[in-house]
Nanobody, 125 residues
């Protein structure tokens, strides 16, 4: 059983940056993913990071967001730069035993069995 705790959500202005953190307990090198959801819409995959270090990004965040693993602090980070109002959402950290497949498959929420409670990101224009 893996428990995930997210932090780092906040309110920022467009163009700003935030860094989200996810702390798995116990620490794991599972495939880790970040997802987001807006009320009334489906949850969408943002980024994933597998145990080999391979990253996958949704097209709408490529070049702006970076997912990484801090092995010293035992956290998975999502650095978000050049934030836009449309990035406003609840962001969730998730873990899966492993990642495989295409971009869409690696960002499919059905692949992930462990989920955090979420952290709110609000970007104002």
């Amino acid at each position: 059983q893996v428990q995930l705790v997210e932090s780092g959500g906040d309110s920022v202005q467009a163009g700003g940056s935030l860094q989200l953190s996810c702390t798995p307990s116990p620490y794991t090198r599972y495939c880790m993913g970040w997802f987001r959801q807006v009320p009334g819409k489906e949850r969408e995959g943002v980024a994933s990071l597998d145990s080999t270090g391979r990253t996958t990004y949704a097209d709408f965040v490529k070049g702006r967001f970076t997912i990484s693993r801090d092995n010293v602090k035992n956290t998975v980070l999502l650095q978000m730069n050049s934030l836009k109002p449309e990035d406003t959402a609840m962001y969730y950290c998730a873990a899966a035993l492993f990642c495989w497949g295409s971009q869409n498959e690696r960002l499919a929420d059905s692949r992930y069995g462990y989920w955090g409670q979420g952290t709110q990101v609000t970007v104002s224009s």
